[in-house]
C-alpha cells in the first residue's frame, strides 16, 4: 500500500495517510463561522465544527485589510489541518451569493477564493452547490429557517455533532446540506463511492 505524505506549514509532523481511505470535506463558507463536516463516502459524519473569526482591527490597531487577511490565514491553517488530519480526496462547498452592501461582496469573493484556492494548491477538486438548491433538496422549499434546516438535517443525520451553540449549528446544518445535495448530483461523489 502506497503512502502519502502532507505538509501543512508550520506543522512539524510527518502525517502518513492510507489512500483507501477517502473522505469528503463539505463547507458553509463564511469568514465568521465557517462551518464544515467530515464524512466518509458512504455518508458518516467523522468530525464537524465551525471556525469562527472575530474582526479585531481595532482592538490590534491595523488597518482593516490586514485584519481580513489575518482571519484569512486562521481559516486556512484550520482548513489545511482538517484535510491533512482526515485524508480528503473530495470538497463541496456552498457557494456564496447576493451581497447587499460592498464588504458583502468582498466577504463572498475572499470565502470563494480561500475554498478554490487550498483544493486547487493540493489538487483536490472542489465542487459548487447552491444554498437554494440544499434546501429545495432536503425541504423541498428553497427558503426555510435556520431553525428548521438545524432539525431537518437532525433527522436526515442522526451522528450530527451539534452542540446547542446556535452559530456553531447552523454552520453545521448548512455544510451537512451541501453534502446531502451533492451524494443526489455530484458525479465525482459517485465516482468515490464506487471505488470502495
Same mark, same amino acid.
Given at each position: ?109 475572499? $470565502?470563494? @477564493? ?8 493540493? %489538487? ?7 444554498? =437554494? /438548491? +440544499? ?16 432539525? $431537518?438535517? @437532525? ?8 452542540? %446547542? ?7 453545521? =446544518? /448548512? +455544510? ?21
Amino acid at each position: 500500500m502506497q503512502r502519502l505524505k502532507f505538509h501543512i506549514a508550520g506543522d512539524s509532523s510527518n502525517r502518513v495517510l492510507n489512500p483507501r481511505r477517502q473522505n469528503i470535506l463539505t463547507n458553509d463558507p463564511s469568514l465568521t463561522a465557517w462551518g464544515w463536516a467530515v464524512l466518509t463516502p458512504s455518508g458518516k459524519i467523522l468530525n464537524a465544527g465551525a471556525i469562527k473569526t472575530q474582526p479585531m482591527d481595532k482592538k490590534l490597531r491595523i488597518r482593516k485589510g490586514d485584519d481580513r487577511v489575518r482571519r484569512v490565514n486562521e481559516i486556512n491553517n484550520q482548513l489545511l489541518r482538517i484535510i491533512a488530519d482526515n485524508n480528503v480526496k473530495l470538497i463541496l462547498s456552498e457557494l456564496p451569493h447576493g451581497s447587499q452592501s460592498a464588504t458583502a461582496a468582498l466577504m463572498i469573493g475572499i $470565502t470563494t @477564493g480561500i475554498m478554490q484556492t487550498i483544493g486547487d494548491c493540493i %489538487g483536490v477538486a472542489v465542487e459548487w452547490y447552491s444554498e =437554494a /438548491d +440544499a434546501k429545495q433538496a432536503i425541504t423541498g422549499k428553497r427558503s426555510v429557517s435556520k431553525e428548521e434546516m438545524i432539525k $431537518t438535517i @437532525g433527522g436526515l443525520y442522526a451522528d450530527a455533532p451539534f452542540t %446547542g451553540t446556535k452559530w456553531k449549528d447552523e454552520a453545521i =446544518a /448548512d +455544510a451537512l446540506a451541501i453534502h446531502h445535495l451533492a451524494v443526489q448530483v455530484s458525479p465525482a461523489l459517485k465516482i468515490i463511492q464506487s471505488i470502495l
